[in-house]
C-alpha cells in the first residue's frame, strides 16, 4: 500500500470513530432528558393523587390546615 493510501484509511478510521463519539453523546442526552421527563410525569401524577385525596377527605384538609396556619402563627409570634 502506498503511504497515501495508508493515511487516507487512517483517516477515514478517525472520523468514523469521531462519529460514534457524537452518536454515543446523542444517545447519552437523549436518555438523560426520556429519564427526566418520566420523572416530570411521575411527580405530576403523585401530585394530581395528592390533590384528589385531599379534595375529597375534608378532615385531612382541615388538618393539613390547621397544622399549616399553626407553624406560620409559631414563627411570627
Known sequence: ????????????????ELEAQVQRLTLAATL??????RILAWAGGAGRLILRTLASTPRVRWLLLGTLWRRLMRGRA
Not at 438523560?32 to 421527563?37: A, C, K, L, S, V
Open 32 to 37: 438523560t432528558q426520556y429519564e427526566q421527563m
Open 1 to 16: 500500500m502506498s503511504a497515501q493510501r495508508e493515511q487516507e484509511i487512517a483517516r477515514r478510521l478517525e472520523l468514523l
